[in-house]
């Protein structure tokens, strides 16, 4: 009787540690594809900025609409000549019109240096620091704050707002 009780409560311990290690399998591999799809939509986060400044480098005006939605805001924030911050509100369509406009003898790139992308769910956020050259120049650097959401799988973007400034640019 001993003997098959110590059996029994082995064998319980050993279902119960196996059971255990399953689970802990299972939590991993959940955990895994969690992430991967998280990093496969900050991917594709990525590619529709890239695609914009694609479009925008190109004076390309239906390559930068296919990747914004209907409505966009678009601001700046920078410093007026007191040294005042000032918030100004730029409308899409006059953005537009201004990046066609652009001659061919002007030359100019902005030249993204870091992605911070985070999504949650339809929604994200890509914080970009930038450095932007005209003439080969570098003109002002600063950061863009993009606002996206997924909309049909394509994530679009709603809002964008970017600071400027001539110092600490590296």
């Not at 059996?7 to 969690?34: A, D, P, R, V």
């Not at 939509?41 to 939605?69: L, M």
Request: charged content about 25%.
């Amino acid at each position: 009787d001993l003997r098959n009780s110590r059996l029994g409560e082995e064998c319980i311990h050993l279902y119960n540690q196996n059971s255990l290690m399953k689970i802990k399998i299972l939590s991993l591999f959940l955990l895994c594809c969690t992430m991967g799809i998280s990093q496969g939509e900050e991917e594709n986060v990525k590619q529709a900025i890239v695609t914009f400044f694609e479009g925008f480098h190109a004076q390309d005006s239906v390559k930068i609409k296919s990747v914004v939605a209907d409505g966009m805001i678009m601001q700046t924030m920078g410093r007026d000549k007191d040294g005042n911050t000032r918030l100004r509100e730029v409308e899409f369509s006059k953005f537009l019109k201004s990046i066609v406009s652009i001659p061919d003898s002007i030359s100019y790139k902005e030249v993204i240096t870091k992605y911070t992308i985070k999504v949650d769910g339809p929604m994200a956020n890509a914080w970009t620091d930038y450095q932007f050259w005209l003439r080969e120049e570098m003109s002002h650097c600063g950061v863009n704050s993009f606002q996206l959401m997924n909309q049909k799988g394509q994530w679009q973007i709603i809002y964008l707002i970017d600071t400027r400034r001539k110092d600490s640019c590296q």
